[in-house]
């Protein structure tokens, strides 16, 4: 099955930066994915941070954000290296969170898949 290996977290101090990276292994169909970064912070729900289509679909927006990231990540794709990527600036303490990569699914053959997260500590 499809696995999703995601690197890059970290200790950050407030205004700082960081890339994340999430590597597929096991398909070879990488370049058809919807991806996304989702995040959870201690105790709260699980989020949406950033979605990114393949190229053509879907054909109005290439990419999503969540409303709290106001210009400050941005998502992208190698499909090459089958690997998304979230770069992240002007980070804030509220930031902190396990950020998880996601295969997104769409029903029927289509599934989801999750990787396992990696924490992104915003602090001073």
């Known amino acids: 099955q499809v696995q999703l290996g995601e690197s890059g977290g970290g200790l950050v101090q407030p205004g700082g930066s960081r890339r994340l990276s999430c590597v597929a292994s096991?398909?070879?169909?990488?370049?058809?994915?919807?991806m996304a970064w989702y995040r959870q912070a201690r105790g709260n729900r699980r989020e949406v941070v950033a979605r990114?289509?393949?190229?053509?679909?879907?054909?109005?927006?290439?990419?999503e954000y969540g409303d709290f990231v106001q210009g400050r990540f941005a998502i992208s794709r190698d499909d090459a290296k089958n690997t998304v990527y979230l770069q992240m600036s002007s980070l804030k303490s509220e930031d902190t969170a396990v950020y998880y990569c996601?295969?997104?699914?769409?029903?029927?053959?289509?599934?989801?898949?999750w990787g396992k997260g990696t924490l992104v500590t915003v602090s001073s």
């Open positions: 990114i289509g393949f190229r053509g679909y879907p054909a109005q927006s290439a990419s």
């Open positions: 096991g398909t070879s169909e990488f370049n058809t994915y919807t």
């Open positions: 996601k295969k997104e699914g769409f029903g029927g053959d289509d599934m989801a898949y």
